[in-house]
């Protein structure tokens, strides 16, 4: 499907780009860069094999609000490696590689011909490296039609199967999410981040096969609870777009498989106030954790229309009472992050003394990350204030007591307390 939003024509000027796709833009940026410098931080890895594939790629090149050119993610995405090479080789006598290969694909061949054109003008002015331009395929074509051999080329990378999938598509029909399950099941090292209209889709949503067959192709129609769509709406005024919002969340989990999932909404400028989900599927703690935290950096850009601390995906009727009169979380709000922490304090104490056994730290948070908007300085500032509270005891791993307020690594165990809480039931 041709991108409906952005046309790219060499000789015209390049189409006008939002500031929250500048956002999205830099943040796809930024994890490139750290992406990279987590994959190597152990100091004695000598060389990085990582696959960039973006799916839906565009032209390169935008026109800004204010009349500037801002690059698109293939020049930042490159960019962003130039810098990490940068940084680790920084008075080093024997460089230590990252060596990356580029797979640029878009449907429409104006587009890749301005992409190419852009990519050459960047490579004479210095602004990529020859080392990233000499390794970069561009395809036009489908990206889907593309997705098996794009597979097997990073599978016959040896020891390359770290793979980034960047799919900023135009249509959430574009994702059939059980091929999104197949990258992360065939690629070891597989992370994609994605968009997902999920405003479009939840506003027209209704019980008719015109709805229904496009959410059967993507894989998400037996997560929608049709029967009771129109009573959903009718009596739930305020709450319903949230209800469905956490079927839609609980589907595209379940359906790529993914062990982690950060689920953020982009609110754009202006007239438009009709968002959509940043989303970071992958299979690494660590990799969620990156994600989460540049969230958190780029508050202003984001909210989430489920609960502060942990939510729930999926919706059960039963609990109705727990889901309503949710307002939207603002990142950068004031009260925000206080109230992320508490609810994670929360929920961290009733786990805790439901599980009656001691539980490391690193457990107790991959089992709640995707069903919270924290970061990982979040879920330890709960700690801490939970174990301050004497609720519960923290050790390390070889056995000796942590006081409150130290600083807790992954490996501490956590376990109650022998004294009364209010957590125990």
Wanted: hydrophobic residues 35%.
């Amino acid at each position: 499907m041709a991108d409906e939003k952005y046309n790219w024509q060499i000789g015209s000027p390049p189409p006008l780009i939002g500031r929250h796709s500048q956002t999205k833009h830099a943040i796809v940026e930024e994890y490139v860069r750290q992406y990279i410098l987590t994959l190597m931080a152990p100091a004695h890895i000598p060389e990085l094999r990582l696959s960039i594939i973006d799916g839906f790629c565009g032209g390169g090149c935008y026109q800004t609000e204010n009349g500037g050119l801002a690059d698109g993610s293939p020049i930042l995405m490159m960019q962003a490696v130039r810098e990490a090479r940068i940084y680790l080789n920084r008075d080093r006598r024997i460089p230590r590689h990252v060596n990356v290969d580029y797979y640029f694909v878009d449907i429409l061949a104006d587009t890749t011909s301005y992409l190419r054109y852009w990519l050459n003008a960047k490579l004479s002015d210095n602004a990529i490296e020859l080392e990233d331009y000499q390794k970069t395929e561009i395809i036009t074509s489908n990206f889907l039609s593309q997705l098996p051999l794009l597979i097997q080329k990073v599978k016959q990378r040896k020891m390359g199967e770290h793979a980034l999938f960047i799919l900023d598509q135009y249509s959430y029909k574009d994702i059939p999410l059980p091929e999104m399950a197949g990258i992360l099941r065939n690629l070891r090292g597989a992370e994609i981040v994605m968009t997902f209209n999920v405003d479009n889709l939840t506003t027209y949503l209704s019980d008719r096969a015109a709805n229904r067959k496009p959410l059967e192709n993507i894989g998400l129609d037996k997560y929608i609870p049709w029967e009771d769509l129109k009573q959903i709406k009718a009596t739930q005024k305020r709450e319903w777009r949230q209800i469905l919002q956490r079927h839609l969340a609980h589907g595209i989990k379940s359906e790529t498989g993914a062990k982690f999932m950060t689920l953020f909404f982009v609110k754009p400028y202006g007239t438009n106030s009709w968002g959509y989900w940043l989303i970071h599927l992958s299979n690494t703690y660590r990799a969620h954790a990156v994600m989460k935290s540049l969230h958190w950096d780029h508050a202003t850009e984001f909210g989430h229309e489920l609960e502060s601390g942990i939510f729930v995906l999926g919706y059960n009727a039963n609990k109705d009472n727990d889901y309503t009169g949710q307002q939207t979380f603002e990142f950068a709000g004031k009260g925000s992050r206080e109230a992320c922490i508490d609810g994670v304090r929360e929920y961290f104490g009733e786990t805790v003394f439901q599980l009656d056994k001691p539980t490391k730290l690193a457990d107790l948070f991959q089992n709640c990350v995707t069903k919270s908007t924290a970061a990982e300085s979040h879920l330890m500032e709960a700690v801490g204030q939970l174990h301050s509270s004497k609720e519960v005891v923290i050790v390390s791993k070889d056995g000796a007591i942590k006081r409150a307020n130290k600083k807790y690594l992954l490996s501490d165990i956590i376990e109650p307390s022998k004294q009364f809480s209010l957590f125990k039931y």
